[in-house]
Every structure is written in C-alpha cells, then in structure tokens.
C-alpha cells in the first residue's frame, strides 16, 4: 500500500511570518498523524525560514509514525541529524533566494559531498533518501554512493503548462521510478503534488509514498487540518 507522509514546513512558513508561538507545527503533525498520515516531513533550512530546531526536536519525541528530516548537505544539518535521529533524513539541493526547492539535488557534480554525507549518517543508523530529479543517471549514483531511498522530485510534471510538456515530464518520473525499483532503491514521489495531480499515478506500483505538503497546507487552511489529510489519504489508496 502506497503510504503518504505530510510536510508540515507551511504550517510554520504562517507562524514565522508574525513571529509568534502559532500556529504550532507539533499540533499540526498530531492532527496529521490522527487524520492517518504515514509519515511527517519537516525541511530544516539554513535560514530557518519555517521550521526551527526547536519544532524538530520536539516533533521526535511526539509524533506517533516517522519522522522524515529534509536538509542540505552540511556540516551544521549533519550534526543535528546525528543528535535528533530522525527515521529518514532526506537530502535536498537549498539556496536562500528560491521560494520553495527549485529542483534535484545533482549527486553526479556533487557526488563526493553527498557520498560522505550518506556515510556519516549510517555510521549514526540515519537511512538516507536523496531528492533528485526523475534522470535514470542520477537514480544509478544513488545507488552507487549507497543511498538508501530516492525521492523523484515532481515538479517538472506539476508544472508544465501544456499537455504533451506534461505528458514528457510524466513519461520521465514513470522511467525513473521503474529504474530505482529495479536498483532496490525505495521509491518516494513529491513536490507540487496536489489534489489533481496525484490522480495520474494511479497504477505506478513502484512509488512507495508520497511526500505532500503545499496543497494540503492550504487546503487545510479551508477544510481544517484532519479533513485536508484525509482527503488526500483517500485519493492515494485509491492509486
């Protein structure tokens, strides 16, 4: 069974941009969490645009599924990982000027630092996913460097404003998810997935979950935290 985890980063992305204590992330995860959601996803940024120290430490003593770490490659996010011990830790390119991950992480130019960063956190017993982008080469220097998941980064597909350009991108994460099953590499999906989008993947066998955050933020905005969950648990066990 597909299984979806919930990126909470956009509850926090509301509470940063007063500065005060709300809306709380932790709450938010609970409400995910009982909504039934596999899994939360926080991406602990440099900047510390959203998420804090502070909302991860806390979420790994609270929440009741997994926890899924998305951060650069560095010193400083290497160290934290090694001290919250998350069930996952997901490594994402980051620069301070985009308004959301504007793409994969190249592990074929980069593959020296994210090698060492895959090793350093299995010597902490950290599995490690890599954000990439759906590229057959880039899924073959996963394997290499011994990461333990990948996940595709949708975007190209979400965002494509005509169909055959749609179609094209769609074609690509297919062949890319097919690839990484062949490898023994899990398979994990997401970036600007929403409530339409995500109905295409309907018979992909080899995608694992499902990482969602954005639109269900902002559904939950409407329909409340729990309901906006659910409704996009429905459409995945649907696929």
């Excluded at 980051?94 to 350093?120: F, P």
């Excluded at 169909?163 to 590499?185: T, Y």
């Amino acid at each position: 069974m597909t299984s979806l985890n919930v990126n909470i980063d956009h509850v926090a992305t509301i509470r940063q941009a007063r500065g005060v204590s709300y809306p709380d992330p932790i709450w938010a995860a609970a409400l995910a969490e009982l909504a039934g959601a596999d899994g939360i996803v926080v991406h602990l940024r440099e900047d510390r645009r959203h998420i804090q120290d502070r909302d991860v430490y806390i979420l790994k003593k609270t929440i009741l599924s997994k926890l899924i770490l998305e951060m650069a490659a560095t010193d400083e996010m290497i160290n934290i990982a090694s001290d919250v011990k998350p069930n996952l830790v997901t490594l994402v390119p980051e620069k301070r000027e985009e308004l959301t991950t504007e793409g994969g992480l190249d592990i074929l130019t980069h593959s020296e630092t994210v090698k060492k960063a895959v090793q350093l956190l299995h010597k902490q017993n950290i599995p490690v996913s890599l954000f990439i982008d759906p590229d057959t080469d880039q899924i073959k220097q996963a394997q290499k460097i011994n990461a333990d998941m990948i996940e595709i980064h949708t975007g190209a597909y979400c965002d494509a404003k005509t169909p055959p350009k749609k179609d094209a991108a769609f074609a690509a994460v297919i062949e890319s998810a097919k690839k990484a099953a062949q490898l023994n590499l899990g398979v994990n999906a997401g970036h600007g997935l929403c409530y339409n989008s995500i109905k295409r993947f309907a018979g992909l066998k080899e995608i694992d979950e499902f990482s969602i955050g954005h639109s269900i933020i902002a559904r939950a905005a409407m329909v409340g935290m729990q309901q906006a969950v659910a409704d996009m648990i429905k459409l995945v066990k649907e696929l």
